[in-house]
């Protein structure tokens, strides 16, 4: 069992590694380097949370369609392909994007789309595989195993591309992107071979029941506390998450950071978000869960204050201090607020409520990702300057964290329901590692 654990986190890992050159990289170099919008990124960049929803499509259609007697494996593999093509195909967006704007547009939307689509095929595809494997008992186990190994693949992956890269040039960039490409195909293979067995021609363990949209947003605005916990984590994550593509060209424009330094932004994060988890799983039990919120979402809030102050000081030590705080902020809060989620989830309809607030998540994500582009434009054009576009959005991030604390202090799971079941810290940290 422990191999198959091991093969299937190298999947995970292997799917993440491929996001990393986009959201660390290509970013910078877009926006900073070549100098095109922070909003046509943006809008790249969503391409893969607007086709989130066939996941669910995806899941029952591989249920009842094995190919050559496998379930799961035909789609983890097309959908890594997929990932692949992506992020191998993605450096000629931006040298296209500066020979031919609408040629580089056109095959923009196929590469974040396919990189997309592999996302959404592969993610839904091996966390199923993950559950039957694993069985209801060792399901957290196997995805904490997943989410952990993936931590360390992000921190490599971003170390790796700060020394491919050290400056931007078409080809280095196309090279390195190639390689991390490749190291995920390998590691992708690796984890499939063997892996699963032919079904049997029954019905698939994990089929579970689904819901419409209409039922999803019953769930939210049938109860006040839902719906105040539902704007919160809204306001919560689009402000947490929003950042990942603006930081690398903030830095570069603040502090004149090279290609080589922004690209190991992504790896100091990740380094202390996996410091946070423990730190959270720690405290889990010890101390209640509202106060371990409010302690992730502090800490994130004073990450973007000190970041917007290195902006306005110029001061490159005040920005990393920011990064830790954004770091360890961000673990703390998912942690504390993944116990939060569970509690305000009624237990006949698990199912329901966790889709609300997954709902929650995606829309945060795109409305954040849209936000921190738009913004961050407009501000620019009114105030002539690149650096206060990036202070303005930071500060907007800062003031939603700010009224999502307010809004923490507003939830009373009592309110909500009087008996909780409560599920382990693996099972919390299986369950992020599924968003």
Same mark, same amino acid.
């Given at each position: ?16 590694? @491929? &996001? ?30 607007? &086709? ?5 499509? $995806? ?72 559950? /039957? $494997? ?36 078409? *080809? ?14 390998? !590691? ?26 209409? /039922? ?26 929003? *950042? ?25 994060? +990740?380094?202390?978000? !996996? ?18 919120? *409010? $302690? ?11 970041? $917007? ?59 954040? !990702? ?26 907007? /991030?800062?003031?939603?964290? &700010?009224?999502? +604390? ?15 079941? /409560?599920?382990?810290? @693996?099972?919390?940290?299986?369950? @992020?590692?599924?968003?």
């Amino acid at each position: 069992m422990l191999i198959k654990r091991l093969q299937i986190a190298l999947i995970h890992t292997a799917v993440a590694m @491929t &996001l990393v050159p986009i959201n660390s990289t290509l970013n910078r170099v877009m926006i900073f380097d070549l100098g095109f919008s922070k909003t046509l990124f943006t809008l790249l960049a969503i391409l893969p949370y607007l &086709l989130a929803p066939i996941q669910v499509a $995806i899941g029952s259609f591989s249920d009842r369609n094995p190919v050559l007697g496998y379930r799961r494996t035909p789609y983890i593999l097309a959908g890594l392909i997929l990932c692949v093509l992506g992020v191998a195909v993605a450096p000629q967006v931006a040298i296209l994007l500066t020979q031919n704007f609408n040629v580089g547009i056109i095959v923009g939307f196929l590469a974040f789309g396919a990189w997309g689509m592999g996302y959404n095929l592969s993610a839904v595809s091996y966390f199923s595989l993950a559950t /039957e $494997i694993s069985g209801q008992k060792g399901r957290a186990a196997t995805i904490a195993t997943m989410f952990f190994l993936m931590v360390f693949g992000l921190i490599a992956t971003g170390i790796l591309l700060s020394r491919l890269v050290p400056e931007y040039d078409p *080809q280095t960039l196309s090279r390195a992107f190639i390689i991390v490409a490749a190291s995920a195909l390998t !590691l992708g293979l690796v984890g499939l071979f063997k892996l699963e067995s032919k079904a049997d021609g029954s019905t698939s363990p994990n089929q579970q029941t689904h819901y419409s949209l209409k /039922e999803t947003v019953s769930a939210i605005t049938s109860n006040p506390t839902a719906k105040i916990f539902f704007i919160y984590l809204l306001l919560l994550l689009a402000a947490i998450l929003s *950042q990942d593509v603006l930081l690398e060209p903030f830095a570069a424009h603040a502090f004149n950071m090279s290609l080589e330094k922004t690209s190991r932004i992504v790896s100091i994060s +990740s380094t202390f978000t !996996l410091i946070s988890f423990l730190v959270a799983g720690f405290m889990e039990g010890r101390v209640k869960k509202k106060v371990i919120a *409010q $302690i992730g979402n502090t800490g994130a809030l004073l990450g973007f204050l000190f970041v $917007i102050l290195s902006g306005f000081m110029h001061n490159i030590s005040i920005f990393y201090v920011g990064l830790t705080f954004l770091g360890f902020g961000t673990g703390i809060s998912t942690v504390a607020n993944l116990s939060l989620m569970f509690e305000l989830t009624v237990p006949e309809k698990v199912g329901l409520y966790i889709g609300a607030w997954g709902f929650s998540n995606g829309l945060s994500r795109l409305t954040g !990702l849209l936000m921190a582009g738009i913004v961050a434009d407009v501000a620019t054009s009114i105030s002539g300057s690149d650096l206060y576009g990036y202070i303005i959005v930071f500060g907007i /991030e800062a003031l939603m964290l &700010l009224i999502a +604390s307010i809004l923490l202090t507003r939830i009373d799971v009592g309110a909500f329901k009087k008996n909780v079941e /409560e599920p382990s810290f @693996t099972d919390k940290v299986a369950i @992020t590692a599924t968003e």
